[in-house]
């Protein structure tokens, strides 16, 4: 799906009312693979509910609202963080409306991703640490699940050490080479559509990673 098939969706449902759309996310990390969400934010020119659209993740705000520090502004619809404000303001395409300026500073967005890797991300590995034990590490594992928690702490690794945004993708190149002991490589060859059998012990490996870059990143 392109940006403009979806302006054309929302359009016919809501005439009028969408002032801006700009998409970030893989589209403009250059890390579209197969099953990519198009990411984008819509301004509304006034508060209406947005139907839902299969493959669009969506976060909807007032128009204006991109002028404003992201703590300052409450969405409609979907979340907003200053990793998206980051993104928007730096390599964000615009489709609609006028390019934001999306204030906000570099210290804003290390301390958003340093809190996610403790309040959600240790949440879920901590659990998963559990249960490890009990587990047949050569067995089949969801492709999508260890892609998720594979490459999902990289990213925020990545922007602590040095404040850029980065794809999944790349973001798992970098923390393969940082900890090339790690079969990293396995998730992104398998993210970019190669035929990688993925098992227990790859999400093990991204346990390992994950307690890696929390030593990395508070020491």
């Not at 020119?45 to 703590?71: C, M, N, Q, R, T």
């Not at 969801?142 to 993708?169: C, F, Q, Y």
């Not at 790349?170 to 993925?198: F, K, M, T, Y």
Request: net charge negative; with cysteine.
């Amino acid at each position: 799906m392109t940006p403009g098939e979806y302006l054309t969706f929302l359009d016919a449902r809501l005439p009028g009312l969408v002032a801006g759309a700009h998409v970030y996310g893989s589209r403009v990390l250059d890390d579209v693979v197969s099953g990519s969400d198009l990411d984008i934010v819509i301004e509304l020119a006034s508060a209406a509910e947005v139907p839902a659209f299969e493959g669009a993740d969506v976060a909807i705000v007032l128009a204006g609202s991109l002028e404003k520090p992201v703590f300052d502004v409450t969405p409609l619809a979907g979340e907003i963080t200053p990793v998206l404000w980051q993104q928007l303001r730096t390599v964000g395409q615009t489709v609609r409306g006028a390019r934001p300026s999306c204030p906000g500073t570099a210290a804003d967005v290390e301390a958003y991703c340093r809190d996610n890797l403790v309040s959600y991300w240790k949440l879920d590995f901590d659990r998963f640490r559990e249960v490890l034990p009990a587990l047949d590490l050569q067995a089949p594992i969801p492709r999508e699940s260890v892609l998720w928690v594979g490459l999902g702490p990289a990213r925020l690794w990545h922007t602590i050490r040095t404040g850029e945004i980065v794809s999944k993708s790349r973001a798992g190149e970098l923390a393969a080479a940082r900890w090339p002991d790690l079969p990293i490589l396995d998730l992104v060859s398998s993210r970019q559509g190669s035929d990688v059998p993925l098992t227990v012990a790859h999400a093990q490996a991204a346990l390992e990673l994950f307690d890696r870059i929390l030593a990395d990143v508070t020491t």
